[in-house]
Every structure is written in C-alpha cells, then in structure tokens.
C-alpha cells in the first residue's frame, strides 16, 4: 500500500495482508511447477508432493480471509482501503481455485502414470501452455506486488495465448483418438490436464483485474481489452 493513514499498525495490518497473499501465490506458483515437472517427466512421486501441499494452500485463504475480516471489524474502512480489502478477498479465492487446479492435474498424472498409457501421447506438447501459465502467474504476483496496472493489463492480453494453445492441443488429440481407438480414455486425460492449464491463466488474469480495481477503482470483469486499456490509460 503506497498510502499512510494515521494509524500506523493499520499500514501494518494491511501490509501484513498483502505480505500473507504473496506468500499464498508463492506457493500457488510452486506447486505449478511441481505439477509441470510431474506432467512432463511423468513423475509419480513429484504428483504426490503437489497433493501433500494442497491442505497448506487451502489453510492459507482461510487465514487471509480471517485476517480480512478482522481488520474490517476493527478499522471498517472506506473507499481505497476498502477497495483494497475486497480485492484481497477476489484474488486469494482465485489463488485457492488456481491451486484446486493444480491438484487436479497433480491427480490426472497419477492416474496416467499407473494407467500407464499416455506415453505414446503428446503430453510434452502441453509443456508451452504450461509455461504460459506459469509466467502469467509470476508476472501477476509481480504485478500485485507493485501495484502496476500496465502490467496487469498486459496480463490480460496473454490469456489469449493460453486459449490458442488449448484450442490446438485439442485438434491433436481429436486426431490421435480418431486413429488409434485405443487412445481414447488417454486423450480424454490430457483434455482435461490442458483445460486445467488453460484455467490456472484463467484465474491468473482474474487477480490482474483486481490489481486495476485496486488502483483505478474500477471494476474491469467481463470487460472488453479495449475498455480495460481506456481505464488503465
């Protein structure tokens, strides 16, 4: 927060909000990784760490969220710093949904890996989706971090790639199961790892809305690029 009140543990206390989300989408991006690396090396054991972690993550919003409401109780703010709280709120959900995500993933590899089928398949075609997404949620944790609506905007745009990359891993795999029957339930496992992925850039760019609702005041969901960039300037 760039602003100071008059209550200096009320800077603190929203400082130590922003400190505990950065720590919570740390871990987010973390798990991301593992998650990828578990994906593309078909690690059985690197799955089973991303799913160990998952009642961390989860522990994580309920603490943010109690924190939030206890300063509101306290201090009941209003306009910016309200504003601000709220945006918290939006952005640790998205954070939490990003992570059930990458559970789910840390899952489905299990469940290729003991199937043992989807080696004949393109799982490492999904590596630059992976990718993807995983920059676009560094740079959103960047971009909380600093408060950097051109940033959070250019956030935005990226999803676009991730949704390019989805819709053409999805031509593939309608291709392979139409050649090899056998590749069916399979496919339908990578379908649902790549959509998976697509939805961690979803909530990626969810939280970069909220960073423009934080310091422009204006609420930007469902909004068209066009209208985001006038309101961003």
Do not use: C
Not at 27 to 51: D, F, K, P, R
Not at 59 to 86: C, K, W, Y
Not at 88 to 109: P, Y
């Amino acid at each position: 927060m760039g602003d100071k009140h008059l209550s200096s543990q009320f800077d603190a206390e929203l400082n130590s909000i922003s400190t505990h989300v950065l720590e919570m989408g740390g871990l987010v991006e973390s798990q991301l990784h593992q998650a990828i690396y578990a994906l593309v090396h078909l690690s059985l054991e690197t799955a089973e760490q991303v799913l160990e972690n998952e009642n961390r993550l989860n522990q994580m919003e309920v603490n943010i969220d109690h924190e939030i409401i206890s300063t509101i109780g306290r201090r009941q703010p209003t306009a910016r710093d309200l504003r601000f709280l709220m945006a918290i709120s939006r952005t640790t959900q998205n954070l939490e949904r990003a992570g059930d995500e990458i559970a789910r993933i840390a899952r489905m590899v299990k469940s290729i890996i003991e199937g043992g089928s989807a080696r004949s398949l393109p799982i490492s075609e999904l590596r630059l989706a992976s990718d993807l997404a995983a920059g676009m949620l560094r740079k959103t944790l960047d971009a909380f971090a600093r408060l950097d609506t051109t940033m959070a905007l250019a956030i935005m745009k990226e999803d676009n790639a991730i949704d390019v990359e989805y819709d053409g891993f999805l031509r593939k795999l309608i291709t392979y199961m139409m050649e090899d029957a056998r590749t069916i339930s399979p496919s339908l496992d990578l379908l649902f790892l790549a959509k998976s992925i697509e939805r961690v850039g979803d909530h990626a760019k969810n939280i970069a809305e909220q960073i423009i609702f934080i310091v422009k005041g204006e609420d930007v969901r469902h909004s068209s690029l066009a209208k985001v960039e006038s309101v961003v300037g």
